[in-house]
C-alpha cells in the first residue's frame, strides 16, 4: 500500500523542531507544532490578567518559535506565506490530535527519561501504523523504543536532520533492530524524493555517521594547532575553501554550532568506549577546550568563542582570534603558506592534495598529519558504523559541506600514499585498504561503483537511476567543448549544454557554446536542457570583458557583444527545439535572463535568482528588461492593475531584488506558475529536466511565433519619475542609482511614447541596449564594475 504524508506532528519547538516543521511546510505539508505548557505566567501576562488556563499562554512556547521561525535569517520558509501550513499547540491540549497525523516526529531535549515519557503519552493517542521517529543526535536509538509497544517498535526509526534543516542536506536514518525495513525503505526514499534530502542509512552507533567523523577530524585538528606552531585563523585559512570546505572551515565552524555541542559530542563518543586504535585519544578535550568551557566561550551563542568581535580604538569593529597559549583575544596575522600559492591555478579542491600534502612548509605538515590521521580512521569505520563506504563520503557532503567526502580525497592522493600519510600521522590502517585499487570507479554506464568491502568487489550506488551525473559522463558523451562550456548526449534525444566558466560567468565562448548547441539540436536531436553542476548556475555576465571595453571605449565592439548576448537569449526562446533551463544557487543577471527565456524551467527550490546589474551600475541588456517587461504587460486589461503590476517589476529590476528560493521568483514573474517546475533535490534536477525536455518534444513542439506588446508610454514612466524623485530626496538612492532607474523606466514604458502603443520585442531590445551602452560610458558605472570585480560586493556611488 502507497503511505502518503498529508499531515505531520512536531513535537518540539525549538530551533532544530522549527526547522523541521518549516522544512515540511515547505514540501506543502501541513504541520502541527507542539511544545510543553509553560510554568509560570510573564511579567505581561500578569498585567493583562491572564492566567495559565488561557490558550495564548499555554501555547506561548511554541508560538513564540513559531514567530521566530518566520523571521529567521537565512529564511527557515521557502515563501513567507507558507506558515500557514503550520498550526501551533501544546502537548497538554492538543496531543490527541495526532491520532489524525500521518508521522510524528519528536524532538525534545535530549535527556532519555523525557524522550520516554513524551513516547508514553504518544502511544495512548497514536493510532496503528503512524510512522514516529526521533531527531535525537546522541541517545542510542534501540535505547529509545524499551518498553514500547511492537507497533511503535515497527514504524520507529531516529530520522537526524542536520541544522538548518533547509539548507544541510542531510538526513540520518536509523533504524533499531525491531524497525519492519519496509518502513526503513519509506524513510529512505521520503527522506530523498519530498524533503531533497540525501538521505543515509546509518547504524546505531555513536554520534552516527557525519558527527563521528566530522568531530574526530575537527578534534584532531584542535589536537595540532599548538603542536605546528599555528594560531587559529591559520587553521581556518587551511581548512576552508582550498580544500573544499566551509568558509567557516575549522574554528568558525566551532563557533557557530556552539563549543558545548562539539564538548558533548566528543565526550559522549570517548565516554562509550567504542574507539580502539588510540583514536580515543583523540576525542580528549585539549586543556584550552576546558578553559573555554569554564569561561563560557562557547562561540557565537555566548558572544565570544575561538573569535570575538570588539570595537577597536578607533571605533571601527574588527575580530579577534584566541591566542591558544595565553588565552587571550588579539588580532591574528595573516600568515602566507608556499603550499597554498602552488595550488592557485588548481580550480578544483580535489586537484590539490597531491600538491598540498606535498608542502614543505608548516601547512604541508598540517595537511600530511590531518589526513593520515582521517584516512586511518575512516577506514575503522567500516563497517563499524557503515558497512558502505560511499554512505561516509555522502554524509560528510551532505551534513558538513565538504566538496568531497574522505575516501574521495584518499582516492585523489593514492591509495598507497594514504597509507603512508597515515603511518607517518603514527596509525594503522585497517586491512582491507591494503589491497583496494581504489574505492571509487565509473562503470560503462556511467554509474559510479564503490569497492564493497565485505563482497571485495566494486558495487553500483543505488539510486542512481534517478541522477545524470556529469563528472560521470564527460568522458564518453562529450559532443564538443571548449574552455568555457561543453555539450553532452544525454541519450533519449537531448543533449546538455554545460556552463563552466570561472564562476560560471557568460561570456564569448559561453554564447559560442550555446549557439553551438542550438544548432546541433535543431538539426540531430529533440531537445535541448541548459544545465551545469558547479557551485552555482551563474552569476551573470562577464563584467571584466564589459569593462575592458567600455574603458577602451569600443563601442561598436560593445554593441556587438550586447546584441549577440540578445540574439543568443531569443534563440534559446525561438528555437525550432525545446529548451529547458536547470537553474539553481545564484542564479544573477545574464543567467536570470538565460532562465526567462526557456520554455520550460526546473528550478531547484534553493534557487537565488535576480536581475542585478543596477548594482554594477547598468539595466539588464540580455533581455531581461525586456522579458519582465513584457510578462507585466501583456495580460491586463485595466490600466491601474497593469500601472501597479509594471511599477513593481521596475522596482524590483531598479532594486536589483533577488529571490531567496524558486518559490519567491514565482512571486516575481521570474518563474511562471503555469509551466515552470521546482524540485526539492538538486541532484535529480537535470535528470527531470531532461524529462521535461523529451516531454514537449514528444507532444510535438512547434517553434514560437514572436510576441508583439503594448507598453505604456509617457504617463507611465511620469509614475516612474515621481517615485525616485522621492527615493534620492528621501537618501534612499544616491544620484547614479535615480539615473540609472529612470533609464531603466523609460525602456520599460518603450521609450518616448505618447500613448500606449503595441511594438515588438526586438523593438524593447533595441532599446535595453541603447540604455545598457549609454550607462556603460558614465564614470560612476565604470567605478561599480571595477569595484564588484575587486571586492564582490556591490558598490552605492
Not at 495526532?98 to 535527556?111: G, M, P, S
Not at 575549522?250 to 562509550?272: C, I, P
Amino acid at each position: 500500500m502507497k503511505r502518503r504524508i498529508k499531515h505531520v506532528t512536531v513535537l518540539g519547538s525549538g530551533i532544530m523542531g522549527s526547522g523541521i516543521a518549516a522544512h515540511f511546510a515547505n514540501i506543502g505539508v501541513e504541520v502541527l507544532l507542539l511544545d510543553i505548557v509553560p510554568f509560570e505566567l510573564t511579567e505581561a501576562e500578569q498585567k493583562k490578567g491572564l492566567t495559565k488556563e488561557d490558550k495564548v499562554v499555554r501555547n506561548r512556547i511554541a508560538q513564540e518559535n513559531f514567530v521566530k521561525l518566520q523571521k529567521a535569517s537565512p529564511a527557515l520558509l521557502y515563501s513567507p506565506k507558507f506558515a500557514e501550513r503550520i498550526t501551533v499547540g501544546n502537548f497538554d491540549d492538543d496531543l490527541p490530535k495526532i491520532k489524525n497525523t500521518d508521522w510524528i516526529i519528536e524532538v525534545v531535549v535530549e535527556r532519555l527519561d523525557i524522550k520516554k515519557s513524551v513516547y508514553e503519552k504518544i502511544e495512548q493517542f497514536r493510532k496503528p501504523g503512524t510512522l514516529v521517529s526521533s531527531n535525537t543526535s546522541g541517545i542510542p536509538i534501540n535505547m529509545l523504543v524499551e518498553g514500547r509497544s511492537d507497533d511503535f517498535k515497527h514504524y520507529f526509526a531516529g530520522t537526524h536532520f542536520f541544522n538548518p534543516v533547509r539548507y544541510l542536506p542531510l538526513l540520518e536514518i536509523i533504524p533499531t533492530k525491531d524497525t519492519n525495513p519496509e518502513i526503513v525503505k519509506f524513510y529512505m526514499d521520503y527522506g530523498s524524493k519530498f524533503l531533497g534530502k540525501t538521505t543515509v542509512l546509518a547504524k546505531d552507533t555513536p554520534a552516527f555517521i557525519a558527527n563521528r567523523i566530522g568531530v574526530f577530524s575537527m578534534m584532531n585538528l584542535l589536537h595540532e594547532v599548538k603542536s605546528l606552531g599555528l594560531n587559529v585563523t591559520d587553521i581556518d585559512k587551511l581548512t576552508g575553501p582550498v580544500i573544499g570546505r566551509p568558509k567557516s572551515a575549522t574554528f568558525r565552524t566551532a563557533d557557530v554550532v556552539g563549543l558545548d555541542t562539539l564538548v558533548h559530542v566528543a565526550n559522549g563518543v570517548r565516554k562509550s568506549g567504542a574507539e580502539t586504535n588510540n583514536f580515543n585519544d583523540v576525542f580528549a578535550l585539549p586543556d584550552y577546550i576546558q578553559k573555554m568551557v569554564d569561561n563560557n566561550w562557547l562561540g557565537s551563542k555566548s558572544g565570544q568563542g575561538f573569535f570575538r568581535k570588539v570595537t577597536n580604538a578607533e571605533g571601527k569593529s574588527e575580530i579577534q582570534g584566541l591566542n591558544l597559549d595565553t588565552m587571550e583575544y588579539e588580532l591574528q596575522a595573516k600568515t602566507n603558506f608556499p603550499s597554498l600559492e602552488l595550488t592557485k591555478n588548481i580550480d578544483k579542491p580535489i586537484d590539490r592534495f597531491k600538491v598540498l600534502i606535498s608542502g614543505k612548509d608548516k601547512a604541508g605538515e598540517l595537511y600530511r598529519k590531518s589526513l593520515g590521521a582521517l584516512f586511518a580512521y575512516i577506514s575503522h569505520k567500516v563497517p563499524e558504523i557503515s558497512d558502505e563506504l560511499y554512505k561516509i563520503d555522502d554524509a560528510m557532503r551532505a551534513g558538513f559541506g565538504w566538496e568531497n567526502g574522505p575516501f574521495e580525497i584518499w582516492d585523489a592522493v593514492g591509495i598507497q600514499k594514504g597509507i603512508e600519510l597515515a603511518k607517518e600521522a603514527g596509525y594503522e590502517v585497517s586491512d582491507w585498504v591494503k589491497n583496494v585499487e581504489s574505492f571509487y570507479k565509473v562503470n560503462e554506464k556511467g554509474h559510479k561503483i564503490f569497492f564493497d568491502q565485505t563482497q571485495s568487489n566494486y558495487e553500483n550506488i543505488p539510486g542512481q537511476e534517478s541522477f545524470i551525473i556529469l563528472d560521470n559522463i564527460r568522458k564518453d558523451k562529450t559532443l564538443w567543448s571548449n574552455s568555457e562550456s561543453a555539450i553532452q548526449d544525454l541519450g533519449d534525444g537531448i543533449i546538455n549544454f554545460e556552463i563552466r566558466s570561472k564562476m560560471n560567468s557568460l561570456g564569448g565562448g559561453v554564447l559560442d557554446g550555446l549557439n553551438r548547441a542550438i544548432d546541433l539540436a535543431e538539426k540531430e536531436y529533440d531537445g535541448l536542457v541548459i544545465g551545469n553542476q558547479g557551485a552555482n548556475f551563474s552569476v551573470g555576465a562577464n563584467l571584466a570583458m564589459i569593462l575592458m571595453m567600455a574603458i577602451d571605449q569600443d563601442w561598436d565592439d560593445l554593441n556587438m557583444a550586447i546584441a549577440y548576448f540578445q540574439k543568443s537569449m531569443m534563440r534559446v526562446r525561438y528555437s525550432s527545439i525545446p529548451v529547458v533551463v536547470a537553474p539553481f544557487g545564484m542564479t544573477l543577471g545574464g543567467g536570470c535572463e538565460m532562465t526567462m527565456h526557456a520554455d520550460r524551467v526546473v528550478a531547484a527550490a534553493e534557487t537565488y535568482i535576480g536581475l542585478v546589474e543596477t548594482g554594477v551600475g547598468v539595466i539588464p541588456g540580455g533581455g531581461g528588461t525586456k522579458e519582465l517587461t513584457l510578462r507585466t504587460c501583456k495580460d491586463f486589461e485595466k490600466d491601474d492593475v497593469k500601472t501597479n503590476r509594471l511599477r513593481d517589476a521596475f522596482m524590483n529590476i531598479a532594486m536589483g531584488k533577488v529571490a531567496t528560493s524558486a518559490y519567491e521568483a514565482y512571486d516575481m514573474h521570474i518563474l511562471q506558475n503555469h509551466k515552470d517546475i521546482v524540485v526539492v533535490d538538486k541532484n535529480r534536477q537535470i535528470a527531470e529536466a531532461k524529462k521535461v525536455a523529451k516531454m514537449l518534444a514528444e507532444q510535438g513542439y512547434t517553434q514560437p511565433i514572436e510576441q508583439k506588446v503594448t507598453v505604456l508610454g509617457k504617463d507611465a514612466l511620469g509614475m516612474f519619475y515621481v517615485g525616485t524623485d522621492q527615493m534620492l530626496a528621501g537618501n534612499y538612492i544616491s544620484e547614479h542609482d535615480k539615473k540609472i532607474a529612470d533609464k531603466l523606466g523609460y525602456v520599460m514604458v518603450g521609450g518616448n511614447l505618447s500613448e500606449p502603443t503595441s511594438v515588438t520585442e526586438q523593438y524593447l531590445l533595441n532599446l535595453e541596449r541603447e540604455t545598457f551602452l549609454s550607462l556603460t560610458g558614465e564614470r560612476k558605472t565604470l567605478e561599480r564594475i571595477q569595484y564588484m570585480l575587486q571586492n564582490g560586493k556591490p558598490l552605492r556611488n
